[in-house]
């Protein structure tokens, strides 16, 4: 099994809803990532998680929460969100150390996610 | 990390070979070339990576040259189902996150 699953694989909320995006991986990576891709711009890393332990916030907004529950599960928790925040949301996975493939990451389809 | 420079669109006719080039100047010794494939509206995909010369698979080659400041992805005999985007990445062994830069739009036309 070399498939990232994200759910939903769409999303449309308000301002003042609490949502969330799911991602699961059963790879047996330990590392696991959140990206951000706005229309006709390159993906934008959010969030790294390293077993199971946040490693790398890039200055994200605390709307975004992210969650790893597990060694194969990822979740990115919404709430408050504005419009600007509206874009494909990528979960990634890879080995921890990527010392055999270094640029390999294993993406999902993405969550398309629209706030009104 | 090495940023990378590459074309914003290129466009092809069918059955024809593409190369795109992505310039990388200030790579580092331990650093990979990697590139990545997107469709509209899915998660990038990896296609190919190498360190140094030419690595080759069943979807793409890669073309190093010697002082790695360059390289080229090379798609062979193209189909309008090769119309995507195309990311030039230099990474880090290890467990640097990877970061895009703009990619390549290429656009097959039949």
């Known amino acids: 099994d070399t498939e990232v699953t994200q759910t939903p694989k769409h999303l449309v909320m308000g301002m003042t809803n609490k949502k969330s995006l799911k991602c699961e991986q059963h790879m047996g990576h330990r590392a696991m990532y959140w990206y951000k891709q706005k229309a006709k711009k390159p993906p934008e890393l959010m969030f790294v998680y390293s077993y199971e332990k946040l490693s790398i916030n890039e200055s994200v907004p605390s709307r975004f929460s992210p969650e790893c529950p597990n060694s194969s599960l990822l979740n990115l928790h919404l709430h408050a969100l504005q419009p600007e925040d509206s874009a494909l949301y990528l979960c990634a996975s890879s080995q921890e150390s990527r010392q055999v493939s270094p640029g390999e990451l294993f993406f999902g389809e993405g969550s398309r996610l629209t706030v009104l | 990390l090495a940023k990378t420079t590459q074309p914003i669109s290129m466009d092809s006719y069918e059955g024809q070979e593409v190369n795109i080039t992505c310039s990388h100047n200030?790579?580092?010794?331990?650093?990979?070339i990697t590139w990545y494939q997107q469709f509209p509206s899915q998660g990038p995909r990896f296609i190919i990576q190498?360190?140094?010369t030419k690595v080759t698979n069943e979807v793409a080659s890669l073309f190093i040259p010697a002082d790695r400041k360059s390289s080229t992805l090379s798609l062979p005999r193209v189909s309008l189902s090769d119309t995507a985007v195309y990311y030039c990445?230099?990474?880090?062994?290890?467990?640097?996150?990877?970061?895009f830069g703009k990619g390549t739009r290429l656009s097959v036309i039949a």
């Open positions: 990445l230099v990474v880090q062994s290890g467990n640097t996150p990877l970061v």
């Open positions: 190498g360190y140094k």
């Open positions: 200030n790579i580092a010794t331990n650093d990979y």
